[in-house]
């Protein structure tokens, strides 16, 4: 029987300096971070259920294994803690909300919050080039792990779906990378963007079934095509509330 010898390699963003760590976007988990992860998620999760009624429908839904990104419609904050709920903890180091860094990782202390609690990682939309997508695409095939994104780019100030943008297709276009659309409800309500504290109104969260595009070329086209598909998916999960 042979022995392989053991070979030590260190993180890849050891040595950083915290804002650049903060910022990175093969960012790595240590013993303080998983556990700011961890219990960011049950507070967050507890909160939810017990002050916004969180009702979930279709969670059957979600696959069992990452990698996968989760998609939704975006009105309010709340939106990515609704959604980082519904995944099991034991991802908590391996799912990444990708949030505006013009947002979350301007000043140190929100991108020590963003990073170490809710394990965001920055998209700058003013400056959000290929190469930035690319790095996204590359670690969630080969890590693997998950992403939480909103393909429309920013909060909808009235709460109606905007247009995807093609972001999303450069990152799953040709690979067998599930995408789970889902559709908030109430969000906008709670918290929306003009609005500093949340109204402890109820949150529904309807998940669909998963897309994948391992034959869509990943090419302008192709991206767009699976902006058009996931932008259709999440319609068809808006609903009105019983007896609206």
């Not at 909060?155 to 943008?165: C, E, M, N, V």
Request: glycine share 8%; hydrophobic share 45%; charged share 20%.
């Amino acid at each position: 029987m042979s022995v392989q010898s053991w070979e030590y390699k260190p993180a890849k963003d050891s040595g950083l300096p915290m804002a650049a760590w903060t910022r990175s976007l093969g960012r790595e988990s240590g013993l303080l971070s998983t556990v700011g992860h961890l219990g960011w998620r049950v507070v967050v999760r507890t909160a939810l259920r017990g002050l916004h009624r969180l009702q979930i429908e279709g969670k059957r839904n979600i696959p069992h294994a990452l990698p996968m990104v989760v998609i939704s419609n975006h009105a309010s904050h709340l939106d990515a803690l609704v959604l980082s709920s519904l995944l099991p903890l034991k991802w908590c180091d391996h799912v990444f909300p990708v949030a505006a860094g013009d947002v979350f990782f301007e000043t140190p202390r929100v991108s020590w919050f963003a990073a170490v609690l809710i394990n965001a990682l920055p998209m700058w939309r003013k400056s959000c080039g290929r190469h930035a997508l690319a790095d996204l695409r590359q670690r969630l095939v080969q890590e693997p792990c998950g992403y939480i994104l909103f393909p429309e780019g920013k909060r909808s100030a009235d709460g109606q779906l905007q247009p995807f943008k093609p972001g999303i297709g450069m990152m799953v276009a040709g690979t067998a990378v599930p995408v789970v659309p889902c559709h908030i409800q109430g969000a906008f309500e709670a918290l929306p963007r003009y609005r500093r504290l949340p109204r402890f109104n109820r949150l529904r969260v309807r998940i669909g079934q998963p897309l994948v595009f391992v034959d869509v070329p990943n090419d302008h086209e192709g991206w767009q095509h699976i902006c058009a598909e996931l932008e259709r998916a999440v319609k068809e999960l808006q609903r009105p509330e019983p007896g609206v």
